[in-house]
């Protein structure tokens, strides 16, 4: 049977922050306030067009990366099948996973939402920056709240004030 949330972190655990998106996930499996029995937990370094085929029968999905770009520590924004360049390359962007959902699928994938944690450094072999260790907590604690009770309401009226959540 299918979890009907995916919550799906990505990044490289060898370069500093990139290993943020595969922590969050770490710590969220080990935390009690999250309903193990209705959500999934999937991990890798990159995003694949393989991946398309994880988002089958979900209610809702959260992709987890280390953003440079975040404004606040975490941002939570919902995601749109779109055509980019990535869907050519080995390595995707969750928009391009939702386009080719769309594509293979003929339906329009299930609701998508992105949760960015702000990084600073991705050198091969350096452990997570403390910047990066601060925003994590503060995603762990935003994405435990998200997570407790999985609301697609909820998370699309937070995602429609992301400016408001990390402040």
Request: glycine share 4%.
């Amino acid at each position: 049977m299918v979890k009907s949330v995916l919550v799906f972190g990505y990044g490289n655990p060898s370069r500093g922050d990139d290993a943020l998106g595969p922590e969050l996930l770490d710590t969220l499996q080990k935390n009690t306030a999250i309903k193990l029995n209705q959500i999934e937990f999937l991990t890798d370094f990159q995003l694949q067009i393989e991946h398309a085929l994880d988002l089958e029968q979900r209610h809702m999905v959260l992709f987890v990366d280390a953003s440079v770009s975040c404004a606040t520590p975490f941002e939570l924004n919902q995601l749109k099948p779109e055509r980019d360049l990535s869907y050519t390359t080995h390595a995707m962007s969750p928009e391009a996973v939702l386009q080719v959902y769309q594509a293979i699928k003929k339906e329009t994938p299930p609701p998508c939402f992105l949760l960015s944690i702000k990084a600073e450094q991705f050198e091969l072999g350096e452990d997570l920056s403390v910047g990066a260790k601060q925003n994590l907590q503060l995603a762990c604690d935003f994405a435990v709240r998200l997570l407790s009770n999985p609301s697609l309401d909820r998370w699309m009226e937070i995602s429609r004030n992301a400016r408001n959540i990390a402040a």
